[in-house]
């Protein structure tokens, strides 16, 4: 039935949709010198979006609609307002993008991602929630390959398509088990059909291992990471900055609402699993960041490390560990973006992703050599910065939850992260442009990548010290899954 509720819960994503369809309109009509405007348009609609949403979409109590698929909780909501602001900034970074910036199908891809993400939030049955995770992925895959003229972004589109097919098809296939053996899609019924015993124990493991293996490869968990560096390097960096953050909340989100909610009296099949896993990428990604020279595979290693801290969340099953998992992502949206708005601006005028491009950057842009220093050292997990406030909630989690060692190795994982952070930050402040003057070669920052780097540093200021409200906010987001 359609009430006011149904559309309510449906709201970012019927005005995305309406966005997307007036992209298409105004493209044809402006000369290919001015489709530049269009990333306005986007990132002027996403924030239009975000306060309508704010103001008369938000949701009261739990609600089911659209046949019980899709659920209008405050968990769900959170995210969508994370995608939206994470898809709106990277339409200012995409903008001045030389290959793509004047492609007006880049903003409809990036608004159509955006629209299975906020589905992917609120996803209470299993055929929407795959719906959702394909209607993200498959505007992913192109756009990761969508300089044409570049071998390493068609390589990137190529092998992201292939190993995302394959494990979509291994979960599909955990999807359909799950549907055969309860006869139910619901998110909600299967919880009920496995306390009834409806599902042997033996079929249940086969399941869950399955379905980890399709979404650890969303979130980039070892040894499912492996499509990440080579994706991150050869996409746009817009859009690799937009998969390492949006795209990673979405999956974490998933995990926890799919695990919590369906498997809720079972968390010993899958706790262990998940912390091992945790441990390992952690190390696993720190460790194969340090000897990187590019900064883009750099980040890459580093996204997948910070899966593994954001895993310790999801493996204490508690109301603290998954607001510290919320709050996570939210800090881990506006520094990671942070970082990769830096690589998009250097990128731009010297035209290499390289160690060696940072060379005197304090120098010939001190305003970027700030963005960049406070990204990386919130990445670190340095305080007042955001990400030591998110570290500091997850850690917490693991202790409350009894999983001291994996606290212990998530320590001592960040601090091997924060040499290879201070590494790139040593040719920023430290190493000078042989035989060049820094002065006379400044990196000029356009309107566009200015708005979108001073908002994202705010935020990573304000969420690392005025953090409580926030907190608050992915306190009340995680009570709905308790």
């Known amino acids: 039935m359609f009430t006011s509720v149904a559309y309510l819960s449906i709201l970012p994503e019927i005005l995305i949709l309406i966005l997307g369809v007036i992209l298409l309109i105004v493209e044809p009509f402006l000369k290919e010198e001015r489709r530049r405007n269009l990333g306005w348009l986007t990132a002027g609609g996403l924030l239009i979006i975000l306060v309508v949403s704010l103001l008369v979409g938000r949701p009261g109590d739990p609600a089911m609609t659209f046949g019980n698929t899709i659920r209008f909780d405050w968990l769900g909501f959170f995210f969508e307002m994370l995608f939206i602001f994470g898809a709106g900034i990277t339409a200012l970074f995409l903008m001045d993008h030389e290959k ?45 390959g969508f300089m044409l003229s570049d071998d390493r972004s068609t390589e990137a589109g190529f092998k992201y398509l292939l190993f995302g097919a394959m494990t979509s098809a291994v979960m599909l296939y ?51 990471h492996f499509w990440a560096p080579d994706v991150y390097e050869g996409a746009p960096t817009p859009i690799s900055g937009f998969l390492s953050t949006a795209s990673k909340a979405a999956g974490f989100l998933v995990i926890a609402r799919l695990f919590l909610v369906v498997f809720h009296d079972f968390t010993i099949d899958w706790m262990s699993a998940f912390a091992v896993l945790s441990a390992v990428t952690m190390t696993v ?70 160690y060696d491009a940072y060379k005197g950057l304090s120098r010939r842009s001190p305003l970027l050599g700030l963005i960049m ?110």
């Open 285 to 354: 990604g720190n460790l194969l960041a340090l000897p990187q020279k590019n900064i883009k595979r750099m980040l890459a290693y580093s996204s997948i490390a910070h899966a593994g801290y954001a895993m310790i969340g999801i493996v204490a099953v508690s109301k603290l560990g998954i607001a510290s998992v919320v709050f996570y992502m939210a800090a881990y949206i506006v520094t990671n973006l942070a970082a990769f708005g830096v690589v998009v601006a250097v990128g731009r005028v010297v035209g290499s992703d390289d």
């Open 373 to 482: 220093l406070a990204a990386f050292l919130s990445l670190a997990g340095m305080p007042p910065f955001a990400g030591f406030v998110a570290k500091v909630f997850v850690f917490a989690a693991g202790v409350q939850a009894g999983f001291v060692w994996l606290v212990v190795v998530g320590i001592l994982n960040s601090i091997i992260g924060v040499y290879y952070y201070l590494n790139v930050m040593k040719y920023v402040y430290l190493y000078r442009l042989e035989n060049e003057d820094e002065d006379k070669q400044p990196i000029s920052l356009t309107r566009p990548y200015a708005i979108a780097l001073i908002v994202l540093v705010l935020g990573v200021i304000l969420l690392g010290t005025v953090f409580a409200p926030w907190f608050g906010y992915s306190n009340a987001a995680a009570l709905n899954l308790f």
């Open 174 to 224: 955990g999807f359909s088990l799950l549907y055969g053996f309860t006869g139910t899609t619901n998110l909600y019924a299967l919880a009920d059909a496995f306390k009834a015993g409806q599902i042997t124990a033996p079929v249940m493991f086969g399941v869950i291992i399955l379905l980890i293996v399709g979404l650890s490869f969303k979130v980039s968990i070892v040894p499912f």
């Open 100 to 144: 793509v910036g004047r492609r007006g199908e880049v903003y409809v891809l990036l608004l159509a991602s955006t629209i299975g993400m906020s589905l992917m939030s609120s996803a209470a049955d299993l055929i929407m929630l795959y719906l959702a995770i394909e209607t993200t992925s498959i505007p992913l895959y192109v756009l990761a």
